[in-house]
């Protein structure tokens, strides 16, 4: 359906995920659900190490931040992808389920002591060094407890994303990285070349999330190439690793091409082999932080219809049981979803409507005119590709319950995370 693995019709007219009835999955887990497609998971991973690892001796580091769970931290694990956390949170939840250490990309622009600390003591694989207060901090650390650690420095690399505002990173205004227009850049690496606890490994970049141009990874890495052939030349040392970051983007909507993940790598690989040799650099080992386009299209989210309002002439709004308390991205990015009525697929006789959700904000919109099939109270409506980014942005505004998270995979459901109850809302109310 739309081009989704996965996605069946059963018979009767009722959306299957991997092979189980999304009638069944409301009945036995209560809405609005998380339903995420381990099948497609697994595919998408299949995919990027047939493409980048295998091919290219590449590296993967599946970026949390776009949907982490314990359930989902093993599965990395077993997959034998890096992860990329950005928080003492994200670190900790790998942590939790022994995940190696020595695979972790530690992220964030305004990482804390405590955090560093953690990181230090945990043994990260990478820290991802953002800024000058953050090479203070760590290398204190580091010099206390007598130990070193292996960093990537992050780069702004000055190129327009074509994304989202919100989710830009790679221009020159903007919070992460060092910038490149001024000396900035090279004086964290002679700053971190002189230190004897800092171990420089590479260059990272990113330049935004939900891209849909291969050309732009190309310029990145010409980006990077230069900069470590400047390294080069004034330092004498040279970099092994380049990261060029995540944004592979995915499908959301029909406006939306769907891409493989060899769509970019084939064109970074390309451009790493022209670059580095054009600079008579050594080939680096090059890592890649794809988070959406791993669990993206992956994830489905399931509502039970409640009010309907048909203001005549106006709009017909249909209200469902989540909104933008498991959903932020239309409210925050005016993003854009497919939705499809999962109990009733076969039913044709459509009616353009509004999904709103349930929280006291106009805003709280999940998707503005969609034509759907004439709706009631208690159908199930189905949001496709809300893997990436739902749950991980999820809040308890209004005091809204977060919903549970189930993975299926050919036929089977497993409960991953439970659904909050009103108790958990109060539990750290004193
Ligand atoms: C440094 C870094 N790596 C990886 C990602 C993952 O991005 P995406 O989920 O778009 O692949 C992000 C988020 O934009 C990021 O900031
Ligand atoms: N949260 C954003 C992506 C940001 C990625 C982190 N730099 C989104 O939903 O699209």
């Given at each position: 359906?739309?081009?989704?693995?996965?996605?069946?019709?059963?018979?009767?007219?009722?959306?299957?995920?991997?092979?189980?009835?999304?009638?069944?999955?409301?009945?036995?887990?209560?809405?609005?659900?998380?339903?995420?497609?381990?099948?497609?998971?697994?595919?998408?991973?299949?995919?990027?190490?047939?493409?980048?690892?295998?091919?290219?001796?590449?590296?993967?580091?599946?970026?949390?931040?776009?949907?982490?769970?314990?359930?989902?931290?093993?599965?990395?694990?077993?997959?034998?992808?890096?992860?990329?956390?950005?928080?003492?949170?994200e670190l900790y939840t790998?942590?939790?389920?022994?995940?190696?250490?020595?695979?972790?990309?530690?992220?964030?622009?305004?990482?804390?002591?405590?955090?560093?600390?953690?990181?230090?003591?945990?043994?990260?694989?990478?820290?991802?060094?953002?800024n000058f207060d953050e090479?203070?901090?760590?290398?204190?650390?580091?010099?206390?407890?007598?130990?070193?650690?292996?960093?990537?420095?992050?780069?702004?690399?000055?190129?327009?994303?074509?994304?989202?505002?919100?989710?830009?990173?790679?221009?020159?205004?903007?919070?992460?990285?060092?910038?490149?227009?001024?000396?900035?850049?090279?004086?964290?690496?002679?700053?971190?070349?002189?230190?004897?606890?800092?171990?420089?490994?590479?260059?990272?970049?990113?330049?935004?999330?939900?891209?849909?141009?291969?050309?732009?990874?190309?310029?990145?890495?010409?980006?990077?190439?230069?900069?470590?052939?400047?390294?080069?030349?004034?330092?004498?040392?040279?970099?092994?690793?380049?990261?060029?970051?995540?944004?592979?983007?995915?499908?959301?909507?029909?406006?939306?091409?769907?891409?493989?993940?060899?769509?970019?790598?084939?064109?970074?690989?390309?451009?790493?082999?022209?670059?580095?040799?054009?600079?008579?650099?050594?080939?680096?080992?090059?890592?890649?932080?794809?988070?959406?386009?791993?669990?993206?299209?992956?994830?489905?989210?399931?509502?039970?219809?409640?009010?309907i309002k048909d203001i005549?002439?106006?709009?017909?709004?249909?209200?469902?049981?989540?909104?933008?308390?498991?959903?932020?991205?239309?409210?925050?990015?005016?993003?854009?979803?497919?939705?499809?009525?999962?109990?009733?697929?076969?039913?044709?006789?459509?009616?353009?409507?509004?999904?709103?959700?349930?929280?006291?904000?106009?805003?709280?919109?999940?998707?503005?005119?969609?034509?759907?099939?004439?709706?009631?109270?208690?159908?199930?409506?189905?949001?496709?590709?809300?893997?990436?980014?739902?749950?991980?942005?999820?809040?308890?505004?209004?005091?809204?319950?977060?919903?549970?998270?189930?993975?299926?995979?050919?036929?089977?459901?497993?409960?991953?995370?439970?659904?909050?109850?009103?108790?958990?809302?109060?539990?750290?109310?004193?």
């Amino acid at each position: 359906m739309f081009g989704y693995r996965g996605l069946t019709i059963s018979d009767d007219g009722i959306l299957e995920i991997s092979g189980v009835r999304c009638d069944y999955l409301v009945e036995k887990y209560g809405t609005p659900l998380y339903v995420f497609n381990e099948e497609e998971i697994l595919n998408r991973i299949k995919e990027i190490k047939e493409n980048h690892i295998v091919k290219y001796g590449g590296v993967a580091a599946y970026a949390s931040k776009a949907f982490l769970t314990k359930y989902m931290c093993r599965l990395i694990k077993r997959e034998g992808l890096w992860l990329d956390v950005v928080s003492g949170g994200e670190l900790y939840t790998a942590k939790s389920v022994d995940f190696p250490m020595e695979n972790i990309i530690f992220h964030g622009n305004n990482k804390t002591y405590e955090e560093l600390e953690m990181a230090v003591d945990f043994g990260v694989g990478r820290v991802v060094i953002d800024n000058f207060d953050e090479i203070d901090i760590l290398e204190d650390i580091l010099l206390k407890k007598k130990r070193s650690i292996d960093v990537q420095i992050r780069i702004t690399p000055g190129i327009d994303g074509h994304t989202h505002d919100f989710i830009k990173t790679g221009q020159v205004d903007s919070k992460f990285g060092f910038p490149m227009h001024d000396e900035s850049a090279l004086h964290a690496v002679k700053r971190i070349l002189n230190s004897p606890a800092l171990k420089l490994k590479g260059i990272h970049a990113h330049i935004g999330s939900q891209l849909h141009q291969n050309n732009i990874y190309k310029l990145e890495v010409e980006v990077l190439a230069k900069f470590i052939s400047s390294i080069k030349n004034l330092f004498d040392y040279e970099i092994e690793e380049i990261n060029c970051g995540g944004g592979f983007g995915i499908y959301y909507t029909e406006g939306d091409k769907r891409l493989s993940i060899s769509y970019f790598t084939d064109v970074i690989h390309k451009a790493v082999e022209e670059c580095f040799s054009r600079y008579n650099l050594r080939k680096p080992t090059v890592f890649i932080e794809p988070g959406r386009w791993i669990v993206g299209e992956a994830g489905i989210t399931l509502y039970r219809v409640g009010s309907i309002k048909d203001i005549r002439g106006i709009r017909k709004y249909v209200s469902v049981d989540g909104g933008m308390t498991d959903n932020i991205r239309t409210a925050l990015y005016s993003a854009k979803y497919t939705a499809v009525p999962a109990n009733k697929l076969n039913n044709k006789d459509e009616e353009q409507v509004t999904i709103c959700g349930k929280c006291c904000e106009s805003g709280d919109i999940l998707i503005k005119d969609i034509k759907l099939p004439k709706l009631e109270r208690g159908d199930i409506i189905a949001v496709l590709s809300t893997g990436a980014y739902n749950f991980s942005m999820a809040s308890n505004y209004n005091r809204i319950p977060r919903p549970a998270v189930v993975m299926v995979n050919r036929g089977q459901d497993v409960l991953i995370v439970k659904r909050e109850t009103y108790e958990d809302i109060i539990k750290n109310d004193l």
